[in-house]
């Protein structure tokens, strides 16, 4: 199961597999943040394999949307059996984002860095969602004009009203990368 490589899955109350970085803790930072919460709806753009729309949407009884052109995306989602999960298997794009709606919970996990419309994509997003999860580069993992990117990244998520959650581990262990909140509850 390649889709298996970056994240776990979430099966029947279970972490199963390895992913290629730690999803529990960064998971339970999410969790923490909402505890006291139940049926919220929830967008995860990047969801990659769905590991953290899929446990939010059966551990919260949340209704969700798993956005990602991930190949795997739909058929990693069908094993991990949720029905509160619905695939959208495409790569997010203003105009897709702005159709889906508003959302209560938003996931940004690790994937601004991968799009060059960020700002926007952040922008849309932070006005879409009441509480929005944004994990981004951090300044030690990059060099050269990335850097400056990355702190662009940091301040605009700042600038939002982002407020550091926890941080995580990199792939190579080499650096930590935040987790901000935006709330606007």
């Given at each position: 199961?390649?889709?298996?490589?970056?994240?776990?899955?979430?099966?029947?109350?279970?972490?199963v597999g390895r992913g290629m970085r730690s999803c529990e803790d960064r998971y339970q930072s999410i969790a923490d943040y909402l505890q006291g919460?139940?049926?919220f709806s929830l967008i995860d753009i990047g969801a990659h394999s769905g590991y953290f729309t899929v446990r939010l949407a059966e551990e919260?009884?949340?209704?969700?949307?798993?956005?990602?052109g991930y190949p795997a995306l739909v058929e990693a989602l069908a094993a991990q059996g949720s029905r509160r999960v619905r695939a959208v298997h495409e790569y997010a794009d203003p105009g897709l984002l702005q159709q889906l709606g508003d959302f209560d919970v938003g996931l940004c996990l690790s994937v601004l860095h991968h799009v060059d419309w960020w700002p926007q994509m952040l922008t849309l997003?932070?006005?879409q969602c009441t509480t929005l999860f944004v994990e981004c580069e951090w300044t030690a993992e990059a060099t050269g004009p990335r850097a400056q990117r990355v702190r662009n990244t940091i301040a605009t998520v700042e600038g939002l009203g982002g407020k550091i959650l926890s941080t995580?581990?990199?792939?190579?262990q080499a650096a930590m990368r935040p987790l901000y909140v935006i709330d606007k509850s």
């Open positions: 199961m390649a889709y298996e490589d970056y994240q776990p899955l979430w099966i029947n109350g279970k972490t919460r139940k049926g919260f009884k949340a209704k969700a949307v798993a956005l990602d997003m932070s006005s995580s581990p990199t792939v190579d």
